[in-house]
């Protein structure tokens, strides 16, 4: 199959991949292994700014949006689906809502109308997937926490041995169902990064700079699936609530997986993903 960041030349839409904090494009092998060989081949997965020289250095919120723009025209994507897991579903997120206040989607024709503060070249958006991600911090309270929190991993990737920090990192709540050898595997796989780069991603996307998108995610049309692991009690219970306070998102926990999904449930993953996908109109030729 071609590599992560290879890509064809056809009309085929794209299913466009960015990988969690620490990660890389190579993340998604075992879901796309897991995809007909159709919708494999038309994917894209990406590393993130800070997580390889090639995607260079850090970027914040505000400039996002054009990294990602640029990484896909320079992969000639036209039509695409965005999905991210963790820190790359937050971008996916962000890049949505932020193309979307400058677009007007039909629901029936799919067609796009653009005003003049969009780009006739940007690579046009249809369908967002987000993987145990998180909306948005509401509160003044909530951020400043999440602010000095983040705050004190950054000074520790910046600072101290990497592979001690991550000893550390996977230990949070968050990360409760690996077990021993699974930290082990973990942090050997992720001891390659560059604690001074991750420190600066981390910095720069933190929770407490992200917008919160509850609003728009509770009126947008663009078609939205927001996935969690039943065994992601916290990231769960808010997927809950979206469920609850956004009609038109649709919502699904997968059985046996925790936070990382497309990690612990490949198969089921995927096979949720095909689901969602059949129903979008652009994609259902690729089954």
Avoid at 45 to 65: C, E, K, Q, R
Wanted: aromatic content about 8%; glycine content about 6%; charged content about 20%.
């Amino acid at each position: 199959m071609p590599s992560p960041d290879s890509h064809s030349q056809g009309p085929s839409p794209r299913l466009v991949l960015l990988h969690g904090l620490l990660g890389s494009a190579q993340d998604w092998q075992p879901l796309l292994q897991a995809l007909p060989t159709a919708l494999r081949q038309q994917a894209l997965a990406l590393d993130l700014p800070g997580h390889s020289p090639a995607a260079g250095p850090a970027v914040d919120f505000a400039h996002w949006p054009a990294w990602l723009d640029q990484r896909l025209e320079a992969h000639q994507v036209g039509d695409f689906i965005l999905l991210g897991y963790s820190l790359g579903g937050r971008l996916a997120l962000h890049y949505s809502a932020t193309v979307h206040a400058a677009t007007s989607y039909s629901a029936t024709t799919e067609a796009a109308t653009t005003d003049a503060a969009t780009s006739v070249n940007r690579p046009r958006l249809h369908g967002l997937i987000v993987e145990s991600g998180h909306p948005g911090l509401a509160g003044i309270n909530e951020r400043r926490l999440r602010a000095r929190h983040d705050a004190r991993w950054v000074r520790r990737f910046w600072r101290e041995p990497f592979t001690e920090v991550l000893a550390d990192w996977y230990q949070q709540p968050v990360f409760a169902e690996l077990d021993a050898t699974q930290r082990q595997q973990l942090i050997a796989l992720r001891g390659q990064q560059d604690g001074r780069a991750i420190a600066r991603m981390l910095a720069a996307t933190s929770l407490a700079r992200q917008p919160d998108h509850r609003a728009w995610l509770a009126n947008s049309v663009l078609p939205t699936l927001w996935l969690s692991g039943a065994r992601d009690q916290k990231f769960s219970a808010l997927a809950c609530q979206l469920a609850r306070d956004c009609p038109r998102l649709a919502t699904d926990q997968i059985a046996h997986a925790g936070h990382n999904v497309h990690r612990d449930a490949p198969e089921a993953m995927a096979a949720r993903l095909q689901a969602w996908l059949r129903q979008q109109p652009l994609f259902s030729t690729l089954f």
